[in-house]
Structure formats: structure tokens, C-alpha cells
């Protein structure tokens, strides 16, 4: 049996492939053709949606792992699909490179990062899939396929975000910078005064964001910003934020508001309080990720930054109004627009928000009351995280939708990469 971070998905497939060779994928691909098979990847299954689920053949890109080449003078890197981004971290940083944004974990493989557009925060920078500069992989005939901005741009732009569908991405080549320090704080504001200043915030800080505590005037802001000549500092302060506070004392938080629902709002008044300003300065991939150790499902989704303010304002309301007991706090990100078919930023600079619970408690209710709102503001969702939209709702929201999809159907004709869930995402 597998299952999910979360373990909301569980599944039990026939059979698990741990290839350790391209030409092993290759093979892999020719058999499940032979056989009439179906194939889903994984990463590492830090997706809430179903999308590495499969009943036939899990594809673990476990045993494939590692740099394949490193180009100093355009500071490109090539990379095995499933290497973790913290092993990635690792070895950019021994090869004085870095990625230029990340995400707030670093646990994921980079293929499973890019196949669902995950993101980091910042206006100056797109979603991970705009630091990929060529893509490598194994079709649904079994043939390597090789695209770039220069190769093949159409396949490229439906490539960089794919979900697994267009086939196997054995390599994935990115633009690196060299590497660099940030200096992160943490800071406790009120709600009004950041949505009154989020541009001008994000304008002077390289990377913003914030989380809301629901049912609260409160938040706790996160800038990062480069920190070439300070010293480092991870000591106590570090320490108590993101293991104590931010993981163990918030699970006790957590379990304590599962057993007794009356209490949220306490709990989440509670966490806004006990919020104070702390600092860290280190390697920023040691920055951008941080421990998530309390379970929790997720739901997030992109919006027009135009309509940003507005909609959040509807989410606080929405929650006012409908004293759902929840005390995860509300993500606030930013992130600039890019030209990726599937992107949920496909053409417009965009904020995402993202809304948890506790993964004990049910969350359909609250999710579909906040997912309304993010629909009627022309909200994308973001695939790995859950949401309720099908193929007719997602063609509507994504421009290039068409496009990606006749991309897919010359790569996969035997639709190999086709599940029951992918299904529902592509086909009415
Ligand atoms: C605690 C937590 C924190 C998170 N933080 C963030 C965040 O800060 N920002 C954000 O945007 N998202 C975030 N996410 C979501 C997460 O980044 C995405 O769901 C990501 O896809 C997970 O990577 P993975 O390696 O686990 O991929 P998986 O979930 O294993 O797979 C995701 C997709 O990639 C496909 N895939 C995997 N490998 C390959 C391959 N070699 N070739 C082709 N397709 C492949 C799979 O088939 C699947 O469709 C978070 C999730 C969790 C659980």
C-alpha cells in the first residue's frame, strides 16, 4: 500500500519500477506498451491530489538521483529527474551555485516540483518551472525526447509543467545563480496594514510572504533578503521558531483543537500571540525550506494579483461569517507571471493562497467555501494541492489548455500516462 504526505491518497499498485538507468526507463516504457500497461511516476508524493495513484505500474524515480553535468560559464546545471532538492541544495552548493527561489520544503524530487508548477515567493521570480532551461524524457513510443527554448519551444512550454503526462523526464538542465545567503524575519503585523502595503512590501523585500491567522487581526510576515557579508546565525532563537513553536508545540495545538472544536479560535489567537520577530541568516537553500512535521491537507490556489487584495478580503470575510473551526493560518505568496502552458501563473503576476487543516479533521466544507471564491476571481488551482476542477472548468482558465493536450497526444498516443485522475483533468 501507498500513500500520500498527507495520506489522503492510498493506493496499492500491481507492480513498483525502480529504475536505475535511462535505458531501464526506456525498457520500462516499451513493456508497458507491449502489455496494454499504464504508468504513473513519483517523486515523492508530497502531491494532495490523487495524481500519482495508479492500480498498474508506480514508476519511483528513487534510484535516479544525482548531477549529470555542471557548465560554469552560464552557471547551467543538468540534473537526474528524481533527485531531492535537498541533495540538490547539497551539491549546487558544493559546485558554489544555488537555485535562485524555492519552495518552504525541500523533500520534493525536482521532477515532481516542476511537473506541478510549484513555487516560491517573490515578484521578481516565476515558479520553479521558469528555472528550467531544457527537459529530457522518455515518451510513450519509449523514445528520448530532448526540448529546449532553442528545441522543440512548444513542447518545451508543455513540458515544463506536465504532470507526468507527456512521459518520463529522465533529466531536467537549470538556471543556476551562484550561491548566496539570505537573511530571513519573521515578524508579527496586523492584517490591514500589510494588505494596505503588500506591493510596496514586495517591491522592497526579494522574497514576501505572510500567513494569516484565521479569526484574528493578525499575521506573521516572512522577508528574505541577501545577506552577502553577515554572519551566520541558526542558534536559539532559529531553533525555538521552526521546531518548537512552528512543529512540536503547534501538533499539542493542533491535537488540542481536534478533541475540542470550540477551542480553535482560541488556538489560533493563542498562536498569534505567542509570535515574536525572529532572524536567521544562512545558505539559502537552508532558508527557504523549513520543517513541516504536523500533518495537515492543503488547498491552494492562484490568483490575478489585481484581483489579490479583493479576494482576500472575501476569505477573511467568508470565515468570519461562517465560524469554520479551523486555526491553520491562510499562506500569502507572490510569484511573477511566466509562458508555461499549465502554469497557474501563465500569463499574469499572481498571488497564490493556501488554506490547511489539520489532516484529522475534514476539510471538504471549508475548502469548497474558499474554492468559490478563488473560482469567481478566475482562480487557477494548483495541481498538487486539491481543488474540485475538471477538464471543461480547467480548459476555460488555461489559455493553452488546447495546447498542451495536442502536445500530450503526439507524445503519448498509447496514453500510457493516463490514469483515472488524470482523466478527469484532461478529458470532459
Ligand atoms: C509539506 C508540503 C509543503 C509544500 N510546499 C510547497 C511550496 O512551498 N510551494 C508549492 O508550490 N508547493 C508545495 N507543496 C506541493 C509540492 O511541491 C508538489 O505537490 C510537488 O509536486 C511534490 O513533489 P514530489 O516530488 O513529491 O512529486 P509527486 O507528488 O511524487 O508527483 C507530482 C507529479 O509529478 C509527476 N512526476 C514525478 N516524477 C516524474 C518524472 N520523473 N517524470 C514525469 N513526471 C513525474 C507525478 O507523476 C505527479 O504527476 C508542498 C507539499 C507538501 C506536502
Redesign the pocket.
Known amino acids: 500500500m501507498k500513500k500520500?504526505?498527507?495520506g489522503n491518497v492510498q493506493w496499492s499498485p500491481a507492480s513498483i519500477a525502480l529504475p536505475n538507468t535511462e535505458e531501464a526507463i526506456q525498457q520500462l516504457v516499451v513493456q508497458a506498451k507491449k502489455e496494454h500497461k499504464h504508468i504513473?511516476?513519483?517523486?515523492?508524493?508530497?502531491?494532495?491530489t490523487p495524481?500519482?495513484r495508479t492500480d498498474e505500474v508506480l514508476?519511483s524515480?528513487d534510484n535516479?538521483q544525482g548531477l549529470v553535468s555542471v557548465d560554469k560559464t552560464t552557471n547551467r546545471v543538468t540534473v537526474k529527474?528524481?533527485t531531492?532538492l535537498h541533495r540538490l541544495g547539497e551539491l549546487l552548493y558544493k559546485q558554489g551555485l544555488a537555485m535562485e527561489n524555492m519552495?518552504?520544503?525541500d523533500?520534493?524530487?525536482i521532477?515532481?516540483?516542476i511537473?506541478?508548477?510549484?513555487?516560491?515567493t517573490g515578484t521578481a521570480f516565476g515558479?520553479?518551472s521558469t528555472q528550467v532551461k531544457a527537459i529530457r524524457?522518455v515518451n510513450g513510443l519509449g523514445e528520448i525526447v530532448d526540448c529546449s527554448e532553442e528545441q522543440q519551444p512548444g513542447l518545451f512550454k508543455a513540458a515544463q509543467v506536465?504532470?507526468?503526462?507527456?512521459?518520463?523526464?529522465?533529466q531536467i538542465t537549470l538556471q543556476c545563480v551562484p550561491a548566496y545567503k539570505l537573511e530571513l524575519i519573521n515578524e508579527k503585523k496586523k492584517l490591514s496594514e500589510v494588505l494596505n502595503n503588500y506591493a510596496q512590501i514586495n517591491q522592497s523585500n526579494r522574497n514576501f510572504e505572510f500567513y494569516w491567522f484565521p479569526n484574528t487581526e493578525y499575521v506573521m510576515t516572512k522577508t528574505s533578503n541577501l545577506a552577502d557579508g553577515k554572519a551566520d546565525k541558526t542558534g536559539l532563537p532559529t531553533f525555538f521558531q521552526e521546531y518548537l513553536l512552528e512543529n512540536m508545540a503547534f501538533k499539542l495545538l493542533c491535537e488540542y483543537a481536534h478533541l475540542f472544536p470550540s477551542k480553535n479560535k482560541w488556538v489560533s489567537d493563542f498562536t498569534a500571540q505567542v509570535v515574536g520577530t525572529s532572524r536567521k541568516v544562512f545558505h539559502s537553500h537552508k532558508v527557504y525550506a523549513t520543517p513541516?512535521l504536523v500533518k495537515?491537507n492543503?488547498m491552494?490556489y492562484n490568483v490575478p494579483i489585481d484581483a489579490y487584495e479583493e479576494v482576500m478580503k472575501e476569505v477573511v470575510k467568508c470565515i468570519d461569517q461562517h465560524n469554520f473551526p479551523v486555526h491553520f493560518p491562510i499562506e500569502n505568496r507572490f510569484v511573477k507571471k511566466d509562458d508555461i502552458y499549465l502554469s497557474p501563473a501563465y500569463g499574469r503576476d499572481s498571488a497564490?493562497i493556501a488554506c490547511h487543516v489539520y489532516y484529522k479533521k475534514p476539510y471538504e466544507a471549508y475548502f469548497k467555501a474558499l474554492e468559490d471564491i478563488f473560482k469567481a476571481y478566475d482562480g487557477r488551482p494548483?495541481?498538487?494541492?486539491l481543488h474540485t476542477l475538471e477538464a471543461g472548468e480547467l480548459a476555460k482558465r488555461y489559455p493553452r489548455f488546447d495546447d498542451f493536450l495536442q502536445h500530450r497526444a503526439q507524445q503519448d498516443p498509447h496514453q500510457i500516462f493516463i490514469s483515472s485522475y488524470l482523466k478527469t483533468l484532461f478529458f470532459p
Open positions: 500520500n504526505w498527507s504513473r511516476m513519483i517523486g515523492t508524493g508530497h502531491s494532495f495524481l500519482c514508476l524515480m535516479y529527474a528524481g531531492k519552495g518552504d520544503i523533500r520534493q524530487s521532477a515532481g516540483t511537473s506541478t508548477g510549484t513555487h516560491g515558479t520553479i524524457f506536465s504532470l507526468g503526462a507527456l512521459g518520463v523526464i529522465t513541516r495537515f492543503e491552494e497564490y494548483h495541481w498538487g494541492k
